[in-house]
């Protein structure tokens, strides 16, 4: 073995001096800055009696190396040669590198506190586990909610909103970023960025978790396809943190609501977490809005303005104490800019949905009521002289659908881990049969196993084709048009959602090239992973779902008002209260009626009017009116639908 050099080992020992940290490294500058006077010292000392002893020479080494004012005092040329050299090393070691080291460490100490390591001193401030494309849209839900968000506020005794978002790699340029987004702009500066994830105990202290009014934990953008820990894992790992803060300084469980995308995983969700939580079911709710819109075409829009912020109506749930005796009947004609879509009684530590109940059934303190409505103001009673009329709506009849003979033809094209819960969620409906038709890169057998690991035995016809739907010659070859209907899948495979969709996009267009030739169109279903693609295909005739901005949505209203979880979960489910079409020939309507009177005649029928679907598009392309004035006259003409709820075996 060669022995290593001196200077290498002084090297090293100065080198992990250095590496050290600020103060150490200013240690080293010292030093040097001391060898340096020392040596300077001793050199002008033997010359002529200008010093008494050895520290003053020093001294007067010391003054020239920090100080290049004293060049001029000396006298004799080699005190000038000395001081000259000294105050060049003074330029290169005390000023060049002190500044270089302090210049460092404040950049250091400023990334630091950009990245957010510092804990939050906060109480009864909102919390979300993560922050990624796909979940700044809940953040925006959040601030963008006024009416829900100050009676939240007034329930929590605070001023004013907190928005705490734990990012893996927090900085300035996330903050930049969601200024950027719609809905949010200078409402960025509420928000307060740390560092960390959720599966980190440090990270949970740092955001103050345990001092939150409610944490929300969005599920994670992407899993990869052959890793062993999913995000509901990591959802799994973040509850059990909490619940180990909380038991270890005892103080209590904060309210949770956590995003999974397992429906399975529901009840290993609600085992690890012993306080007060909501699960929202990502992929199975996705896979219901999507299940119902096959079977009735248009209802995309209707969906897409309910769940969606600041883009029409949307579901309040209202609590029952000032209504406390009062009858539906009486609470709807009190609201004309609100429709009353039913009632939450509370049985059993559990919420009964009553959507579509009886017009005369009546409201207790401890009730819930459910409406629907453009703001949250319009949900307050209004004056007197506003009422409207009542309307009388009996015990409504349970429509029995009946089973379709007619299989309905489904081409899928593309993959994602939600299909599996899609066919879940058509074998559901048992009244109606499909025969499905996917078409992916992915190894059929994989996905026949997905699938069969998901749903066991299924009703569902599933045949699989390995091909890729954006080669126009083996898009052709599956003839589109031959189908009812045809979805295109956002894939999780791909690194991002914004080459995802890029690459559902250049499909659809691809798709409606080859439509454009046949003779029948069939119905086309969209789902993009990027929020900001959403109006990229504005004016294209397919109906188009942004799964983080329909999931955020959920998310944020549900932590604001968990009670709106079951509603959701009732409205959205095959059976009981759904939203569908009806045609105006099936009511005695005459040929000019306003909202009003379409609400009475719907009444009698046992369903509650929402609004009406036109068959051509206005201005901005849009089909729906929901939620008309009381008094609009309809002018509904051929081809329109109208917008029911009504109760379904």
Not at 290 to 312: F, M, R, W
Not at 580 to 586: E, G, V
Request: charge should be negative; charged fraction near 25%.
């Amino acid at each position: 073995m060669q022995p290593l050099r001196l200077l290498d080992r002084i090297k090293f020992v100065l080198e992990r001096q250095l590496v050290k940290g600020a103060g150490f490294q200013l240690l080293v500058v010292a030093l040097f800055i001391a060898l340096i006077s020392l040596v300077g010292g001793l050199l002008v000392l033997p010359v002529g009696e200008t010093f008494e002893h050895a520290g003053a020479a020093i001294w007067w080494a010391f003054l020239r190396l920090t100080d290049p004012g004293y060049l001029g005092d000396d006298v004799g040329s080699w005190q000038r040669v000395v001081s000259t050299l000294l105050t060049i090393s003074g330029y290169v070691v005390f000023m060049g590198t002190l500044v270089a080291i302090l210049t460092r460490w404040l950049i250091a100490k400023m990334a630091d506190l950009e990245r957010g390591l510092t804990p939050v001193t906060l109480k009864n401030h909102l919390v979300v586990l993560g922050l990624s494309r796909q979940s700044q849209p809940l953040v925006s839900e959040l601030l963008a909610s006024s009416g829900r968000m100050k009676r939240f506020l007034e329930k929590h005794d605070t001023q004013r909103l907190n928005l705490v978002v734990l990012s893996e790699e927090a900085s300035a340029d996330q903050l930049i970023e969601l200024r950027s987004q719609p809905g949010i702009g200078r409402r960025a500066r509420r928000v307060i960025l740390r560092s960390g994830t959720a599966i980190q105990p440090e990270a949970l202290h740092r955001v103050a978790c345990l001092d939150a009014s409610v944490v929300i934990l969005p599920s994670a953008p992407n899993d990869s396809v052959h890793s062993l820990v999913s995000s509901d894992v990591e959802t799994v790992k973040a509850l059990l943190s909490i619940a180990s803060l909380a038991k270890q300084s005892r103080s209590d469980l904060p309210f949770v609501v956590a995003e999974i995308q397992d429906i399975r995983k529901r009840a290993v969700i609600e085992r690890a977490y012993p306080g007060a939580a909501e699960v929202v079911a990502g992929d199975a709710s996705i896979s219901r809005l999507v299940a119902q819109n096959l079977l009735h075409p248009g209802l995309s829009e209707v969906y897409n303005e309910i769940l969606t912020a600041g883009s029409g109506n949307e579901v309040y749930v209202r609590g029952g104490e000032s209504m406390a005796g009062s009858t539906l009947a009486e609470i709807a004609a009190a609201r004309p800019d609100a429709i009353v879509l039913g009632v939450l009684k509370h049985r059993d530590h559990e919420w009964d949905v009553r959507l579509v109940a009886p017009s005369d059934t009546r409201v207790e303190a401890e009730d819930r009521l459910i409406l629907l409505a453009r703001d949250y103001a319009d949900t307050e009673a209004s004056p007197v002289g506003q009422h409207l009329k009542t309307v009388h709506l009996p015990e409504p009849r349970m429509r029995t659908l009946a089973a379709n003979t007619e299989s309905r033809r489904i081409l899928i094209l593309g993959w994602n881990r939600r299909v599996p819960s899609l066919v879940a969620e058509l074998a559901s409906y048992q009244h109606a049969s499909f025969h499905v038709t996917f078409v992916s890169v992915v190894p059929q057998e994989e996905r026949e196993l997905t699938i069969r690991r998901y749903t066991g035995t299924t009703p569902v016809i599933c045949r699989h084709i390995e091909a890729d739907y954006m080669l126009e010659g083996e898009l052709r070859q599956l003839d589109p048009s031959a189908y009812d209907s045809i979805i295109l899948l956002s894939s999780d495979r791909l690194p991002s959602g914004e080459e995802a969709d890029a690459r559902a996009m250049v499909g659809y267009l691809q798709l409606e090239d080859l439509l454009s030739e046949a003779s029948s169109r069939p119905q086309v279903i969209m789902e993009l992973s990027d929020p900001g693609n959403r109006h990229l295909l504005d004016g294209y005739p397919a109906e188009m779902l942004v799964s983080p901005v329909i999931l955020s949505h959920v998310l944020a209203q549900v932590a604001l008002r968990r009670e709106l979880r079951v509603v959701l979960d009732e409205l959205f489910t095959a059976g009981g209260a759904e939203i569908q079409f009806r045609s105006p020939s099936d009511y005695p309507l005459p040929d000019s009626a306003d909202f009003h009177l379409l609400e009475k005649t719907l009444a009698e029928a046992g369903e509650i009017a929402l609004g009406v679907f036109r068959a051509e598009p206005d201005e901005r392309g849009r089909h729906l009116m929901l939620n008309p004035p009381r008094k609009q006259f309809l002018d509904i003409q051929a081809g329109d639908r109208l917008v029911v709820l009504c109760l379904t075996e």
